[in-house]
């Protein structure tokens, strides 16, 4: 599958809401993963659009894959029902054996989106 | 359904451009050519300026308003016919001379070449870094949102990588293609982009037929379809193909207002370079340097070329004012290099100049990209060197030096580690400046001898 199909289908399984984009394992450090980081970002973020992946808070500049690597963004529950968003795409391996990327859907909390999420960890 | 919807908005785009080109011009003639090369890329600025303007006022583009655009044209096209004022096509600009029947090769091998660019093209979604990331992604946001209020994209710094503040003339004219098509196929859509890339060889032949006859005015064409550079980069969605496109445009029209001093050429000088400025921010700087060539040359040239000059940057200021005024506000938090040309940097930065000259001379040279296009220039130059005496010659040749030196001068300031930038965008950089490498060429090759036998009468004849 190559890149593009692979933002596709992402954006198409995620079907509702936003998506944020969270990194496990190596991807939060490792500078040789940067640039695949910043190519699935800035493709993901295309094939998702109207809706959004959120890598940071808005007034943070994304220009690349390290930018988001420093950032490491892990917003609070409330930030995530503020804005709707209701699934999580994982980029790297908290576990050896795992896929990456993959996508989680958060299981809606009080009929509301964005406050749970059935993944352990998190960054 | 989508691929119908998406060739009548081309359709619409090319009577915008023949209506315009009605207007503006007084002969009342258009060749075959003029019609399949300057109108649509006429019409292309036109519509992008006006889903522009459009958006800014409130109205994403859509089918009513592409609806709307069409009525006026047409009635417009109607108001002209009954003043006769409508451009009649002729299919030949000059009569059919001996040895011009050798132009079936150039133009099949054009031909086939245009055919491959644009079916490779329509065979994938944009997978280009830059085509997806800054002007897919901007296309989108357009057709999805007007300018007023301003999308939250343009402010969202973590979306900076997409250069926030870019022009916006493909990304207007593929969302268009999105209203017209009532969907956002990018694949299908890349017929709008791919179809203004392959203007610049119509363009381009165009320019080159104001001073050579048809068999090597069709030869250097076809060198230029089959540049190896133009199969890398036509048809991926970007932008750097339809700026170096209007840019041909803009700098023929330049170089005919010194040579001839007509309105009309003034008028499409103006329309041209203001395309340019609303397709990538570097258009800006190539369109204030045609003003200040114009501008040069109007101090030399008398009261009408000093009026020109004039006009040109009133001309130039109002058709993109809206845009330099909307676009001031927008973040430019990736690169800048509008802001790092303006401040000291270039000045204590000239030494890297001793690093990029030599490369950018080296690649001109790289046969992979180029083929032999850069040196076939250089002695043609040469053997045509008489050509140096005509002021737009000079023009030219001027311009050509201040485009390379404004990229020469941009990658000094760059934040980015020169020997691995370098390597990657110079071809598209250089690119750009293809028209005026090969109007150089063939306007010398004019003097040389084997391209000569413009005689007035052609010239009369050639006269848009």
């Given at each position: 599958m190559t890149e593009h199909e692979q933002s596709d289908r992402i954006a198409w399984q995620a079907t509702d809401g936003n998506v944020l984009l969270r990194l496990a394992g190596y991807a939060k450090t490792n500078p040789v993963v940067a640039n695949s980081l910043g190519y699935f970002y800035f493709q993901t973020s295309y094939a998702l659009y109207p809706r959004r992946l959120y890598a940071a808070p808005a007034d943070q500049v994304i220009n690349d894959g390290q930018d988001i690597m420093r950032i490491g963004f892990s917003p609070d529950p409330q930030w995530l029902q503020a804005h709707d968003v209701r699934s999580v795409l994982i980029f790297g391996?908290?576990?050896?054996?795992?896929?990456?990327p993959r996508l989680e859907i958060l299981q809606p909390r009080d009929g509301r989106a964005g406050m749970q999420t059935n993944n352990s960890g998190g960054n | 359904m989508a691929l119908p919807a998406c060739c009548l908005y081309l359709l619409l785009i090319l009577l915008v451009g023949y209506a315009l080109l009605s207007a503006v011009h007084s002969s009342n003639r258009m060749t075959i050519v003029q019609l399949i090369g300057l109108g649509p890329a006429v019409g292309a600025g036109t519509m992008g300026l006006l889903l522009f303007w459009a958006s800014l006022i409130g109205f994403a583009p859509s089918r009513k308003v592409l609806a709307i655009i069409g009525v006026l044209t047409l009635a417009s096209l109607l108001v002209m016919k009954k003043k006769q004022r409508l451009a009649r096509i002729n299919i030949l600009a000059t009569e059919w001379k001996?040895?011009?029947?050798?132009m079936f090769v150039p133009l099949v091998i054009t031909l086939a070449a245009l055919v491959m660019i644009v079916v490779v093209a329509l065979s994938s979604p944009l997978t280009e870094w830059d085509a997806f990331a800054i002007w897919g992604f901007k296309a989108k946001v357009l057709a999805h949102e007007a300018l007023r209020p301003t999308p939250a994209y343009f402010h969202d710094?973590?979306?900076?990588y997409s250069h926030l503040d870019y022009p916006l003339m493909v990304p207007f004219l593929t969302a268009g293609a999105y209203a017209a098509m009532g969907t956002m196929d990018d694949q299908t859509g890349k017929l709008v982009s791919v179809f203004l890339d392959v203007l610049l060889v119509p363009m381009v032949y165009l320019g080159l037929r104001w001073k050579l006859r048809r068999l090597p005015a069709a030869c250097l064409s076809t060198i230029l379809a089959m540049l190896p550079v133009m199969f890398r980069y036509a048809g991926v969605g970007c932008a750097d193909l339809p700026l170096a496109m209007f840019y041909a445009g803009s700098i023929f029209y330049v170089a005919r207002w010194i040579d001839r001093q007509q309105w009309p050429d003034l008028i499409l000088a103006i329309l041209f370079s203001a395309f340019v400025a609303f397709t990538k921010n570097e258009g800006t700087v190539l369109a204030l340097m045609n003003g200040a060539v114009l501008l040069g040359f109007g101090l030399w040239g008398g009261r009408r070329a000093w009026v020109g000059a004039a006009a040109f940057f009133a001309g130039l200021l109002a058709v993109d004012a809206a845009w330099l005024i909307w676009s001031r506000?927008?973040?430019?938090?990736?690169?800048?290099?509008g802001s790092k040309l303006l401040s000291s940097l270039v000045v204590t930065h000239l030494p890297k100049l001793k690093e990029i000259i030599p490369a950018m001379l080296v690649q001109t040279t790289e046969f992979k990209v180029w083929g032999l296009l850069w040196i076939m220039a250089g002695v043609l130059a040469l053997l045509g060197w008489r050509a140096l005496a005509r002021p737009y010659m000079l023009a030219l040749w001027i311009l050509l030096g201040l485009h390379l030196m404004s990229y020469a001068l941009a990658y000094s300031v760059t934040s980015w580690d020169l020997t691995m930038l370098m390597p990657i965008t110079m071809d598209r950089l250089l690119l750009h400046t293809v028209p005026a490498v090969i109007f150089l060429a063939g306007w010398h090759w004019a003097e040389?001898?084997?391209?000569?036998?413009?005689?007035e009468r052609t010239l009369r004849e050639n006269s848009m």
């Amino acid at each position: 599958m190559t890149e593009h199909e692979q933002s596709d289908r992402i954006a198409w399984q995620a079907t509702d809401g936003n998506v944020l984009l969270r990194l496990a394992g190596y991807a939060k450090t490792n500078p040789v993963v940067a640039n695949s980081l910043g190519y699935f970002y800035f493709q993901t973020s295309y094939a998702l659009y109207p809706r959004r992946l959120y890598a940071a808070p808005a007034d943070q500049v994304i220009n690349d894959g390290q930018d988001i690597m420093r950032i490491g963004f892990s917003p609070d529950p409330q930030w995530l029902q503020a804005h709707d968003v209701r699934s999580v795409l994982i980029f790297g391996k908290d576990n050896p054996g795992e896929e990456t990327p993959r996508l989680e859907i958060l299981q809606p909390r009080d009929g509301r989106a964005g406050m749970q999420t059935n993944n352990s960890g998190g960054n | 359904m989508a691929l119908p919807a998406c060739c009548l908005y081309l359709l619409l785009i090319l009577l915008v451009g023949y209506a315009l080109l009605s207007a503006v011009h007084s002969s009342n003639r258009m060749t075959i050519v003029q019609l399949i090369g300057l109108g649509p890329a006429v019409g292309a600025g036109t519509m992008g300026l006006l889903l522009f303007w459009a958006s800014l006022i409130g109205f994403a583009p859509s089918r009513k308003v592409l609806a709307i655009i069409g009525v006026l044209t047409l009635a417009s096209l109607l108001v002209m016919k009954k003043k006769q004022r409508l451009a009649r096509i002729n299919i030949l600009a000059t009569e059919w001379k001996k040895g011009d029947g050798w132009m079936f090769v150039p133009l099949v091998i054009t031909l086939a070449a245009l055919v491959m660019i644009v079916v490779v093209a329509l065979s994938s979604p944009l997978t280009e870094w830059d085509a997806f990331a800054i002007w897919g992604f901007k296309a989108k946001v357009l057709a999805h949102e007007a300018l007023r209020p301003t999308p939250a994209y343009f402010h969202d710094l973590t979306l900076s990588y997409s250069h926030l503040d870019y022009p916006l003339m493909v990304p207007f004219l593929t969302a268009g293609a999105y209203a017209a098509m009532g969907t956002m196929d990018d694949q299908t859509g890349k017929l709008v982009s791919v179809f203004l890339d392959v203007l610049l060889v119509p363009m381009v032949y165009l320019g080159l037929r104001w001073k050579l006859r048809r068999l090597p005015a069709a030869c250097l064409s076809t060198i230029l379809a089959m540049l190896p550079v133009m199969f890398r980069y036509a048809g991926v969605g970007c932008a750097d193909l339809p700026l170096a496109m209007f840019y041909a445009g803009s700098i023929f029209y330049v170089a005919r207002w010194i040579d001839r001093q007509q309105w009309p050429d003034l008028i499409l000088a103006i329309l041209f370079s203001a395309f340019v400025a609303f397709t990538k921010n570097e258009g800006t700087v190539l369109a204030l340097m045609n003003g200040a060539v114009l501008l040069g040359f109007g101090l030399w040239g008398g009261r009408r070329a000093w009026v020109g000059a004039a006009a040109f940057f009133a001309g130039l200021l109002a058709v993109d004012a809206a845009w330099l005024i909307w676009s001031r506000s927008l973040p430019r938090t990736h690169e800048d290099y509008g802001s790092k040309l303006l401040s000291s940097l270039v000045v204590t930065h000239l030494p890297k100049l001793k690093e990029i000259i030599p490369a950018m001379l080296v690649q001109t040279t790289e046969f992979k990209v180029w083929g032999l296009l850069w040196i076939m220039a250089g002695v043609l130059a040469l053997l045509g060197w008489r050509a140096l005496a005509r002021p737009y010659m000079l023009a030219l040749w001027i311009l050509l030096g201040l485009h390379l030196m404004s990229y020469a001068l941009a990658y000094s300031v760059t934040s980015w580690d020169l020997t691995m930038l370098m390597p990657i965008t110079m071809d598209r950089l250089l690119l750009h400046t293809v028209p005026a490498v090969i109007f150089l060429a063939g306007w010398h090759w004019a003097e040389v001898g084997t391209g000569q036998g413009i005689t007035e009468r052609t010239l009369r004849e050639n006269s848009m």
